[in-house]
Each structure stands twice: as C-alpha cells, then as structure tokens.
C-alpha cells in the first residue's frame, strides 16, 4: 500500500495531516469516558485515504455552477469491533472536522475493525479490494498488511449484485409512494421521514450492486457523495447552485431522528413536493446505473462460460 501524499498540492497534504491529529485527539477523548476494557485497550491501527485524491482523480469545482467539490475518504481501522459505533466514538471528530477553519476540504469517514477489513478482503468484496490496491497510509500503528484479497468470479459478482439489487431497490420504492400518500394526507413529518428512508434505501442499493458495500449510515450527504463517486451523472440530481434547495435537503437529511422526536422539526409542503419530485428521479436514475452494472457483470459472466 502507498505510504506518499506528495502528489497532492501542499494545502492538501497540510490539510490531511491536521485531518489525523484531529482524529486521534477525538478518539483519545471518547475512550476516556469510560473504564471498560475495550476502551483502555482501544487503538487505531491504520487510517488509509481513499477515493479520488487516492487515485488522483479528485475535483475542486466549488465556483462552479454543480459546485462539485471531492471529499477525503478515509477509512480508519480501529482494534474491536465495539469502538466502530460512529455516534459514540467519531461524531465529535467529524463535527469538528466541519468547523475548523483550516480544513477546507469536506471529510467522510467510514470505521471498520481490522477483522471485518480482512473478512470483506477475504470475500473478495470490491470496495475493500480497491481501498487496499489503491489507498495511501496516513496514519499505522504497526506493519501488519491487510489480508491479500480473495478474487470473486464473475458469476458470483453478478448473483451477489443482483441480490442486492432485487432487495433493495422495492424497499426505495415502496418508501416513495408511501412519502406520497403521507404528503396528500398532509402529514408532513411522517412524509420527510418517508422519503428520507426511501433515499437511504436506494443509495444502498447502488452501492451494494456497485461495490458489495454501503455503510451503515443514515447520513444522506454522506451516502450522496459516495454514489456521486461512482457515477457523476448521479450530481445532477440535487442542485447545488440554490440555497434554497440545498436547504430543504439539508431539512431532510435531519429528519431520520427529528422527524419522530423534535417536536420543533418542520418541514413546508413546498419543500416536500419539491423533494418527492427528486426522490422520483434518483431512484429512476440509480436504477439505470444498476442495471448498466448488471449487464456488464451478465456480459462477464457468460464471456468467461465461453
């Protein structure tokens, strides 16, 4: 695995080595509070940068009309499987990380113990092979590699995408339509909650077909930027040149828990209408980049049948 950010511009690399000493700052922080084993005993073993400023392919459009901008993607492997829980060990490290005025660079972090690493390796589970061919060390606690990846064929690589595919996708649907008769009955939040499930769901659905992985996240601009990663024509779904619309996707992503707990959460008619109408076609449009992926994976599978 490459161990060398040099090829980034000096902004950048001074960026990612304040983005590291943030998170061992956090991360020490949380294991204080508490005397459970696990805690005393918690360590970060890697932190790998990923993505497009791994492979050299990342954007930085924010005047731009899409106003694109790449995030890092980090991947920090931590030493049990308990210290993966986000809410309790990395949400402060993230909000941090969105208000220091030296990072200007959005970050996605995604945490995984070095036995679910190397199980999904061992599964031959795209996403991981690529982190491990393509990563950069920024951060090791020591030089133990990551299990050599075991390779799937190409007829289990379809079977397992359109498994996913097949279970994912009718759940986005159903919670669309289900938003839409809570939207004509008026019931705003349970609409916004709704629709915001229907989101989760068919950002997973891509990303499992895609890679055989999607983070267990109710964070939609976090699931958002890996699927616009995969596929930029995905970016033109939600527009980023008003703030008004960038607001009331802003509201939504709120609503997986303030929808059903904030008696001050609010959403307007207008929003949701607005929001339904783009729900409508992120999901026709993930659709057909899964089943590109499907075809190709079908194609595969039976060039190598003969």
Request: aromatic residues 10%; charged residues 30%; contains cysteine.
């Amino acid at each position: 695995m490459k161990t060398s950010i040099d090829q980034l511009p000096l902004r950048k690399q001074r960026e990612l080595v304040r983005i590291v000493e943030v998170l061992h700052e956090e991360f020490e922080g949380a294991l204080k509070e508490g005397t459970a084993d696990f805690k005393k005993l918690g360590r970060i073993l890697k932190i790998i940068l990923f993505g497009s400023y791994a492979r050299g392919t990342w954007v930085d459009e924010p005047h731009t009309r899409k106003g694109y901008k790449s995030d890092y993607d980090l991947l920090i492997i931590v030493n049990n499987r308990k210290l993966t829980d986000f809410s309790t060990y990395w949400r402060k490290a993230q909000e941090r990380l969105m208000h220091l005025p030296e990072i200007r660079t959005p970050v996605s972090l995604i945490v995984h113990s070095r036995r679910e690493v190397n199980t999904a390796l061992y599964d031959g589970q795209y996403f991981f092979v690529e982190i491990r061919r393509d990563g950069i060390l920024l951060y090791e606690l020591d030089d133990e590699p990551l299990a050599e990846p075991r390779p799937r064929t190409s007829a289990d690589a379809l079977r397992i995408a359109a498994e996913y595919f097949e279970d994912r996708m009718p759940h986005a649907k159903v919670f669309l339509k289900t938003a839409e008769f809570c939207l004509r009955e008026r019931d705003f939040k349970e609409a916004a909650f709704l629709l915001h499930q229907a989101i989760e769901q068919a950002y997973s659905a891509l990303l499992l077909v895609l890679t055989s992985y999607s983070p267990a996240s109710h964070n939609l601009r976090h699931l958002c930027s890996l699927a616009e990663k995969r596929d930029q024509r995905l970016s033109e779904v939600w527009p980023r040149d008003q703030h008004l619309y960038v607001a009331w996707f802003n509201i939504l992503d709120e609503a997986y828990v303030k929808s059903r707990y904030s008696k001050h959460y609010e959403i307007s008619e207008e929003a949701l209408t607005w929001l339904v109408e783009r729900v409508q076609r992120l999901i026709a449009d993930l659709e057909a980049v899964c089943i590109e992926q499907l075809d190709r994976l079908r194609k595969q599978a039976e060039g190598d049948l003969g």
